[in-house]
């Protein structure tokens, strides 16, 4: 699996331009210390112009009220936690959904499985491409004993998503968007409502016709 952090932060700085802070929540655990490692490096290049606090040395109570008195021209980026900073375990998808209803700015992720749960989105790693992706090799070798290509791949499998909810929370435009990004969660409008009561009227009229 290949995780990638800068682009989600670049992303935040184009929707959100005026931003001077970023706040980096992780856990404790041997696997959040080491993508946090990861990340760290891919924002050095940010460190001129933005200024990096990183919140991971706390207890989850106590990162939930960091969060909620954050700064404008702030976001907050969430790696994963699967620990936080007393040892107690959580679930990173739990977490992000307390974490981002409790912040004050934006919050952002890196995963898909963590849109939905209250980041505004990201350049997020799809799950759903990488099991595509192993599905296609295992179809592979089944099909040729002897593959012509690697049986290990480290794919790229990024896709730019937003949770339309998110975005009229924090008031961001859909035309501030990256072309080709994608969004969940969009509520349909008064006419689209009514519309598709239309529909299956019609349909189950013609029904009791049939």
């Not at 021209?73 to 990173?92: K, S, Y």
């Not at 898909?112 to 209250?118: A, E, V």
């Not at 099909?143 to 499998?157: H, N, T």
């Not at 949770?163 to 006419?191: C, H, K, M, N, V």
Request: hydrophobic share 45%; no cysteine.
């Amino acid at each position: 699996m290949k995780r990638e952090f800068a682009p989600t932060l670049e992303l935040a700085l184009r929707l959100h331009p005026d931003t001077k802070h970023v706040a980096v929540v992780a856990g404790t655990s041997e696997f959040d210390v080491r993508l946090l490692e990861q990340a760290k490096k891919e924002f050095q290049v940010h460190e001129g112009r933005l200024s990096f606090t990183y919140l991971t040395t706390l207890p989850l109570q106590k990162l939930l009220f960091e969060v909620s008195k954050l700064p404008p021209q702030t976001v907050v980026l969430f790696t994963t936690l699967f620990q936080d900073g007393v040892g107690e375990p959580f679930i990173p998808h739990e977490v992000v959904s307390r974490i981002a209803a409790a912040a004050s700015v934006p919050t952002y992720g890196f995963l898909d499985q963590y849109l939905g749960r209250g980041i505004v989105g990201g350049n997020l790693y799809s799950s759903v491409v990488h099991g595509t992706e192993a599905g296609s090799l295992v179809l592979e070798a089944l099909a040729d004993p002897a593959p012509s290509r690697p049986s290990l791949l480290e794919p790229s499998a990024n896709k730019v998503m937003f949770d339309w909810r998110q975005l009229q929370r924090w008031g961001i435009s859909e035309g501030q968007l990256p072309a080709g990004s994608e969004i969940y969660f969009r509520e349909p409008t008064a006419w689209e409502r009514y519309r598709w009561q239309l529909t299956a009227i019609f349909a189950a009229l013609l029904f009791q016709a049939a």
